[in-house]
């Protein structure tokens, strides 16, 4: 065999494995690692997208209410309200991280938190496990404006300034005559406090809703 028909049966067998002559042609070895990264990237760029959404759909919302976590100053503030170790059950609108959820386990209470970010609320119920009060908590992944607060004596709430007007009138609608509504940054409009504590953004807010109740 000649050293040109040796070539052409070489070049035959690659064309029947590869489907084409040039398998060592840098282009084409370059336009697969191309699409390799072109989809290493989309599919990267759609994880994020998916993390990050929940995050961002508030700003969609009627109300724009983003994930700020409270200070340390602003939850020794609203503890400094509230009775400790009295088995009473608090909720906290829109719970972010869970961080005044915990701390109210860990003072005593039984405590709840509604919040829409996923995310957030998977955080949450782990944060509670490391903290040891997995069993005095429950996160619920609800739209505040439908969550049901009847049951709870302490709801607590850490708003934007604009939702604050409709929150009142659902809280004065729907809370129990014995609830107390904690208030973090931003007041209740018409309902005038019971007791101030802190200042600045660390300021909050007590409102005795059997009083509001007895003056409707
Ligand atoms: C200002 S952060 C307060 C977080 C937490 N309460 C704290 O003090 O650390 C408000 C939270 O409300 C959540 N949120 C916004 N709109 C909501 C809705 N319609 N229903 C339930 N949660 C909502 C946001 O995802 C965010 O985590």
Known sequence: MTLTSKMSSIEFELEKSYGSKDVNNPKRIFSTAGKILIGLTGCSAIGLSVICLPFVAPAFRKYCLPFVPATNNQIDNIFKL???????????????????????????LTADGVELNTWLVQYSRLSALYNGVFKQTSFYQKDLWKFDVSPYKYIVIFGVEQMMTDLEKKLLNEANKESQVIACRFPLPNIKPCRIVGEGIDTVWLYDFKKQQSQN
């Open 82 to 108: 509230l009775k400790r170790n009295t088995n009473e059950r608090l909720l906290d609108i829109g719970s972010g991280d869970g961080r005044i959820v915990i701390a109210a386990a860990k003072n005593g």
